[in-house]
């Protein structure tokens, strides 16, 4: 029996074209079989492509789903005999191949069980304007090799009178097996007799596994590695992974030779990672309990062990606690000698690139450490993620996507993943009083065990209290235990994190005084320090040396700087903050200095790493009061002007929220910013409200449009109030608040009117006319529409229809009442001014519109998703998943009736048909139904957690229709009522109309059962 669902021939079969410049012409088929894009096709076709067949030799590809061009290399042939195939290796410009994520590696084995069974196969023949035509017959088995020829493996024997010239290197998909088990290399042309007029012959997967090919198959699984073999002339370039051990500890403490105990802990963290089903696990505990330090030990071991990873990471959060610096850091960790991170603008596309390259297989090892810097850290979050993306990428590798496997130190337990089962929190809790005992001996401790036992019982085993006394009792006392009496025992009720303050007040009782101060100078840093940097302020190597001996600082001699315990920096930062306000500023101020001078100059697109100081330098600016000057830093050497480099260019919106929270008291943002300008101060308002809305933060975000707009009122700026209101407009929208849009929309045009804008006026007339159209208000909203283009047509008389934004919000309102041939015109039209302009994001959203409109959906579609997925514009991906999936799933927007529009809006009736399954426009099968539910699910995930009501409700309706073609139709239901009450609550018509549709199909489906 057939299976039910088999692999989509689209998704891995490839065009390959001639390598030369300028000349795309198509000489045959090709189909790719791993993620590291090696593609197998016809000797024959790539002498057809580059005159000649040899190693190294470069022909072109092109995979028509994904628009995606590259060039491909010979990294495998056969020399002594005449088996028809190639392997070829894909390369992107300048950088490895990375799959598209629309296309998937064809699973393959040999034909040896295949003879009578039916096969499918796709290829890149010429018919006509087709230039593409799919082929189905039957495996009719092996035959003989001919006359003269030396073959490794037999040929396959196929009958079916749809292969033709251009198919060779197409595969053969055994429908019954599903999988592909031959190359098609030759037809048979009868003559005027017709005889075997539907024969042709393939080569048999078999023979890839030959050497110098040597592709591992196995039959149940297709391709189980890649393992071709090395040549001379031509460097494998399959795998991204590394060939031999590469590790980055960013931040990782020293491992200290007086470790003790923790072996039961250890030992479970082996079977951890030595167990396929783990993937995650967390090291909790009270900051001191030594977490970092088992973590560090743990890999330590692991790679000196026979079971070491590909490759380890350690990224510390508390010295480095940006979120775009962790990913980027982590992308160039991964394949930054072999591709310009810089070309990857967001951080959803650094994460892309980080799972792409994981899909690839091999068992890496990262170290989350410190990771509650990203928690919340109290209320109904408490133990959540901040960053939505950290989330989803954690999740990922939960889930088991990739061989990865990730250890989390945190104080606060990670609630985010506690419904996987492949994720495991372990508590490290205090040492025993045998491992306290011997953490004393061995830092220098004397005295009879009874009386060290006695000190770990007093301080109930803190490993970070026990490591400071013992260093103190042996630099002050010669490691007599008697002299711990000079320190008082804590109380039974007294905090752990008071007991570290203890010891570190009897610290700085006995440190000199330019010890302390070039501690406290230290906990003025934000990042490691380099020795000079303490220099400058009075940190000699002597006083450094001493308070590494007082284990008060760590030097990492590999990196060249200084850290310290986050709990000793807390103490010292407090210490500082007691000190006259001029002093502190002071402090800051030449810290300031100090990474100015180290900054330089920035090239035109600079990484994160190299803003890094500059960066630091706004942070130490605010401290030292000195606001104005940290704007000036921010706009002018790190946004460089309007470049805006940081969040437009690098798409760091969590870095640039950061740098906005500086202005602030404290970081406070409900105080006042701090610089001395009222523009300045909207500025910064707004900015962090455009931060928020872009991280999926919505409902953070109203109050700070609104400061922003007060001040621009009282200032008598209507222009920027305009622009304030009509972000509002925006927002408001969003959250599917359409009356309080609507409104905030009237109240941008009227300041727009008193500014005298004409641009002003005809966007904010753009957002009214959208917000009256998701109410179903046709009237309102097609005057709306009317007067901005009327406008648009005064400002720019050459131009006829609404652009960016404006002009999508008027095609959709085109498309939903039937004006489909307008639609297209204005979206055309705006298409290409959005290009010329390099409105990327609306570029994305013109073709997610196109493809609404029905014109080339898949290509449109894809294309939006795509562009969505470079940039940091949560709105544009998610539309471009809602359309593609809805696509996929066979739905299309109907225009509305009048009688519909009238029955929805003034009566209860549910007969209305927007929302409609597709019949004859494009056929679904069940890969479909499954890329449909990835894409939904993705966008579902993203509406939900960011508070896109409006969207949340349409991918529910799309889910929704989902589960009918599935056929479970109760599910349905229950999607669509929940979309329609949602509707219904935020005054959404479409949402009521679509929603209806469904539930009228499914009452009408019942009633006929």
Known sequence: MAKVQIQKLLDFTLQIRHATNGDDEIVGTGFIVSDSGLVVTCAHVVKAAAGSVYQGVEVGAYFTPARQKWQARVIGCFKDCDDDVVMLQLEDENSSFILPSNMHPARIAGADESEGNPFLSYGYKRLEKYRA?????????????????????????LKSSEINGGMSGAAVLDVERDRVVGIISETWFPDETGKDRDTAWAVNVRVLAL?????????????????????????????????????????????????????????????????????IVELIGFGGEGKSSVAR???????????????????????NGGIDEFFEALAEFLVGDVIDI????????????????????????????????????????????????????????????????????????????????????RDVERLTDGEG????????VRGEVAALRQVVRDWDGYALVLSLLGTYLVERYAGDVAKIEEIEAPLVQEARYDRVRRVLRRYDEHLSEAEREVMECFSAFRLP?????????????????????YRMLRYDNRLQHYTTHPLIRAHYLERLKEKPIEVVQALHNRIKSWYLDIAGEMPEVPTLEQLAPLIEAVHHACQAGEYDEANDIRRERIYQGNQRVLPNKLGAWETNLAIMQEFFPQGDTSQNPQVSQPRTKGFVLNEIALCLMCLGRLHETPPFYERGTKIDLAQSDWRNASVGYRNLADLYANLGDLAAS??????????????????????????????????????????????????????????????????????????????????????????????????????????????????????????????????????????????????????????????????????????????????NEHPIDENDLALARQYLDEALTY???????????????????????????????????????????????????????????????????
Not at 134 to 155: F, M, T, Y
């Open 437 to 444: 005992c011997e953490l004393l001996q061995k830092l220098g």
């Open 133 to 157: 035509g799919r082929a189905e017959g039957k495996i009719l088995g092996e035959v003989e090799s001919p006359d003269n020829v030396v073959l490794q493996h037999n040929p396959i024997q």
């Open 742 to 919: 609507a409104k905030s929309a009237r109240e941008a045009i009227a300041l727009s009117d008193r500014a005298e804008d004409k641009n002003y006026k005809r966007n904010s007339l753009a957002y009214l006319a959208y917000a009256e159209f998701l109410q179903g208000d046709r009237t309102t909203a097609g005057e709306a529409f009317r007067q901005a283009e009327i406008l648009e047509c005064k400002i720019y008389p050459s131009s006829q229809y609404l652009n960016s934004i404006g002009g999508i919000f008027h095609a959709e309102y085109l498309l939903r009442y039937g004006e489909v041939d307008y639609g297209r015109r204005v979206t055309e039209v705006n298409l290409k001014v959005c290009e010329e302009n390099h409105f990327v994001k609306s570029v994305s959203q013109c073709h997610r519109v196109l493809g609404d409109l029905g014109i080339d959906p898949q290509v449109h579609y894809a294309e939006a998703l795509k562009i969505a997925r470079s940039i940091s514009f949560r709105p544009a991906l998610i539309e471009a998943l809602l359309g593609y999936g809805r696509w996929l799933v066979g739905l299309g927007l109907i225009p509305i009736s009048q009688d519909v529009e009238q029955a929805i809006s003034y009566s209860p009736t549910e007969q209305c048909y927007m929302l409609s399954l597709r019949t």
């Open 529 to 549: 320090v380099k020795e000079a940097a303490l220099a400058d302020l009075g940190g000699s190597s002597g006083i450094l040396n001493q308070l590494v001996n």
């Open 342 to 425: 810089s070309e990857y603008k967001s951080a959803s596309e650094k994460i892309r690139l980080i799972n792409s390259v994981l899909r690839k297989g091999g068992r890496y090892l990262f170290v989350l450490d410190g990771l509650e810097v990203l928690q919340h850290e109290s209320g109904d979050d408490y133990g959540l993620l901040k960053s939505p993306d950290l989330r989803e990428w954690l999740r990922t590798l939960a889930k088991g996507e990739n061989e990865a496997f990730c250890v989390v130190t945190s104080r606060a337990p990670l609630f985010d993943l506690i419904d996987l089962t492949t994720f495991v929190h």
């Open 297 to 319: 030990r743990w890999v330590a071991n692991v790679l000196s062990s026979n079971r070491k990873p590909l490759a380890a990471f350690w990224w510390g959060f508390y010295e």
């Open 211 to 279: 050497p110098p090919i040597a592709l591992s198959i196995s039959n149940e699984n297709g391709v189980t590695e890649t393992d071709i073999v090395p040549m001379e002339t031509a460097p494998m370039t399959d795998n991204i992974a590394m060939s031999t051990l590469k590790q980055k500890l960013v931040n990782a403490p020293p491992i200290f030779d007086e470790w003790v105990g923790r072996v039961e802990l250890l030992q479970a963290l082996d079977e951890d990672w030595g167990d396929p089903a783990r993937r």
């Open 943 to 1009: 509406a939900t957690t960011s508070g896109y009501r409006i969207y949340e409700t349409d991918l529910r309706i799309a889910l929704a229709w989902l589960h009918w073609r599935e056929g479970d139709l109760i599910t349905a239901r229950r999607e669509a009522d929940r979309a329609k009450r949602a509707s219904e609550e935020m005054g959404y018509f479409w949402g009521q109309v679509d929603a209806s549709n469904l539930i009228t199909n499914y009452e009408l489906r019942i009633t006929r059962c």
